[in-house]
């Protein structure tokens, strides 16, 4: 998986970033009866400003790579909705450490959908993970890439299967070329790096790694709802342990 790179391109600490996905809702705006002021805010009620973090490249062997188990559809989630993702690899972080297969936690921030033209919208905040001896465990992540299935990347050299049992495709084997699979995670920068928003095989699909509310990941599409097939790897990096 992850650690044959992790080996060979260790940095001290953890990434300073994790990824998020939540789903953001179309805001409705209204006008004012002719001849009338706007509405002054209400005092109090602004909201606090979220803590965004650097916008910077992240190294391969610090990024917490996690996949779809069945099918993730924007269309049936609503606010506040859990969803859930699966560890590819192990990694391990101060007070918790992530096996292989381990679930990690995410819920709706804001979700919409419009037509004519088709657009949708999904923002996501991955705030817990099932830490060995530590169920459902505060993790805040930030979502910075995503990955179509192995079958649709666009950047597959052939059909062969990019795969271990039990596990995904193996991230830094697929950057370096081989199994079948040329994947470039940050085109023009450091080799071995992935860059925040990237997205790959997902042609209709962007990502903005904290442009959803309270700096969530927002996911828009230019179809009715945001699809991530079985097998879909979503990139995190860790922000904030509890």
């Known amino acids: ?3 044959a790179l992790r080996s060979s391109c260790w940095l001290p600490g953890i990434a300073g970033v994790a990824l998020v996905l ?41 990024v917490l790579q996690v996949k ?27 007070g ?6 381990s679930v990690v936690y995410a819920h709706v921030a804001e979700v919409s959908s419009s037509k004519n033209p088709n657009a949708s919208e999904l923002s996501l905040v991955f705030d817990h993970a099932d830490c060995a001896g530590h169920a459902k465990q505060e993790l805040q992540m930030k979502l910075i890439g995503l990955v179509a299935p192995p079958d649709q990347t666009d950047k597959m050299h052939d059909a062969m ?26 085109p023009g920068g450091p080799p071995h790096t992935v860059r925040p928003g990237i997205v790959l095989g997902m042609k209709k699909v962007k990502l903005e790694p904290q442009g959803g509310p309270g700096c969530s990941a927002k996911i828009t599409s230019t179809e009715r709802s945001i699809q991530l097939g079985t097998g879909a790897e979503l990139l995190l990096v860790v922000s904030k342990q509890k």
């Open 68 to 94: 779809v188990k069945g099918f993730l559809d924007s269309g049936h989630l609503k606010e506040g909705k859990e969803v859930w993702f699966t560890v590819v690899g192990g990694m391990e972080y101060p």
């Open 1 to 3: 998986m992850l650690n």
């Open 96 to 101: 918790c450490t992530l096996e292989a297969d």
């Open 161 to 186: 299967p990019v795969g271990v049992v039990g596990g995904g495709r193996k991230i830094e084997d697929a950057m370096a070329g081989t199994n079948g699979l040329d994947m470039d995670l940050n």
């Open 22 to 62: 939540a789903f953001p809702a179309v805001s409705a705006f209204g006008q004012s009866p002719a001849g009338s002021s706007p509405a002054a805010p209400a005092t109090g009620t602004t909201p606090a400003p979220c803590q965004r973090v650097a916008d910077v490249d992240h190294p391969i062997n610090q």
